[in-house]
């Protein structure tokens, strides 16, 4: 086992890091940027150094400064967290080549599922079902017309080195993907550094469901049940939740065996998640592969009862997954994102917060790293807290989830609760019929629009 982390990341993912390293025995370094001198992973680490201001370019993401604190701390392992340099490919071999375990799986691995194209095909050799589209990067518009043309109207034009939502279009008549090809090229060249685009059927009304796995470095596999991440807003999750009211148990059980599978043929190691477009069908599709920690691990963790950031260090550290019990997914978790945001127009909304009361109680997990006083910088994202209520059925864990917010008081920023609260009482999402179309659906009712 490792002896001491560095923890290269900020907010609630840090201090969920901690806090497992400190369960496994282990000290951990922290590092902050100028404006996160008050935050609490600084103050909670064993050790802590400033790596640079603000900006994140010249902070979290500044490679030579992380290895200094690496060597100065002698820290013999990093923790990216997810975001900044978790799915950085050329970071994690400097990590390593620099004698720092990076905890998460080999360079070959993020880079491969980094190049999102590649990683279609490659899923597809896997025996994965992946979505009808291109099979290699397009050339030019000319090009893109005659895929969508033999594939059928609508497409969407994805960046390979995007993922998550970033750079995509939705092109529903060959004119409109004439036009929108130019302009999405170059929007992927200046956000990724990388104009490649491919393109695939755009499949409407369908499920965005993720299944979580983990590997060690002794050829163990083990994927869970399903996670239901439909509720998205431009592409960002807003509620997760575990099982999902729309995956049969016969479904379930194939989509984790084929992951199993997929996983196996490139003997993937450490957390990763495969994601997977569900249709009306419920004919699955590959999506794309994170090989980081995601930001709703937690609704996994309580069904499962387990720890996955603790099986991620130890897997990175060699030891052989085991747990001392069967791994049988009971009763139902929900997460909601709260955000420091306006619930209507969604501008963030940065600031001090003058007076926090956080929920708990039975069945009631609270990830955040913020604290009565704090003030949030703007720099970063506006993840304030996770809230994840966990019960023996659906419905009961949307009233735990319901009166957790309730209960939740946050004066002095703005938040998205009120947006949850609506979700939560809204009559489909209480029967568990909503696909990826919902939220747009019903912020646009809500408008009146
Ligand atoms: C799609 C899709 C439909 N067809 N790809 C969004 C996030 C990224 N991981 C992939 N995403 C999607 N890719 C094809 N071929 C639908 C989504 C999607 C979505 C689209 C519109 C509104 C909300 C959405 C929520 C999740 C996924």
């Known amino acids: 086992m490792f002896s001491k982390i560095l923890i290269a990341n900020r907010g609630e993912i840090a201090l969920r890091i901690i806090r497992s390293a400190k369960e496994l025995g282990l000290k951990t370094v922290a590092v902050y940027s100028e404006s996160d001198r008050t935050s609490l992973h600084a103050m909670l680490a064993d050790e802590k150094f400033c790596i640079g201001p603000a900006k994140a370019q010249d902070s979290y993401l500044n490679v030579p400064n992380l290895l200094s604190v690496a ?34 799986p080999p360079p070959s691995a993020i880079r491969l599922m980094g190049d999102k194209n590649r990683a279609r095909q490659e ?41 998550g939502g970033k750079g995509m279009r939705i092109c529903r008549h060959a004119a409109h993907l004439e036009e929108q090809f130019p302009i ?62 729309f995956v049969d148990e016969k479904l379930r059980r194939k989509m984790m065996k084929a992951v199993e599978d997929a996983a196996r043929h490139i003997g993937y190691q450490s957390l990763g998640t495969f994601e997977f477009l569900v249709d009306e069908d419920k004919k699955f599709y590959f999506m794309e592969a994170n090989t980081r920690v995601q930001v709703e691990h937690p609704i996994t963790e309580m069904v499962y009862g387990i720890n996955l950031v603790k099986a991620q260090i130890r897997a990175a550290a060699g030891e052989k997954l085991n747990f001392p019990f069967e791994l049988l997914p009971r009763g139902h978790a929900l997460e909601c994102r709260i955000n420091a ?109």
């Open 71 to 104: 060597e100065i701390t002698k820290a013999d392992a990093l923790h990216p967290g997810y975001g900044f340099l978790a799915e950085n490919a050329r970071f994690a071999e400097i990590c390593e080549t620099s004698g720092v375990a990076f905890i998460g």
């Open 123 to 163: 899923m597809a050799k896997a025996k994965l079902p992946v979505i009808p589209g291109s099979d290699k990067i397009l050339e030019d518009a000319a090009e893109a017309k005659k895929t969508a043309l033999k594939i059928g109207f609508p497409v969407i034009l994805k960046a390979a080195a995007g993922g």
């Open 184 to 245: 999405a090229q170059n929007e992927a060249k200046n956000a990724f550094g990388d104009p490649s685009l491919y393109l695939e059927k755009y499949i409407t009304g369908a499920h965005h469901i993720e299944v979580q796995v983990v590997g060690d470095k002794h050829g163990t596999i083990m994927t869970f049940a399903e996670r239901e991440c439909s509720v998205q807003r431009k592409y960002q999750k807003v509620i997760e939740e575990t099982p999902s009211p």
């Open 341 to 449: 945001e306006d619930p209507d127009t969604f501008a963030p909304s940065p600031g001090r917060i003058e007076f926090l009361v956080l929920p708990g109680g039975e069945g009631i997990r609270v990830d955040s790293a913020a604290y009565g006083g704090w003030q949030i910088p703007p720099h970063y994202d506006s993840l304030l807290a996770k809230i994840i209520a966990y019960a023996p059925s659906r419905f009961l864990a949307i009233k735990k989830m319901q009166t957790a917010l309730e209960m939740t008081t946050i004066v002095g920023i703005k938040t998205n609760i009120p947006l949850h609260l609506a979700v939560l009482a809204n009559s489909d999402f209480l029967e568990g019929k909503y696909d990826t179309g919902f939220l747009e659906a019903f912020l646009a009712r809500k408008n009146g629009t």
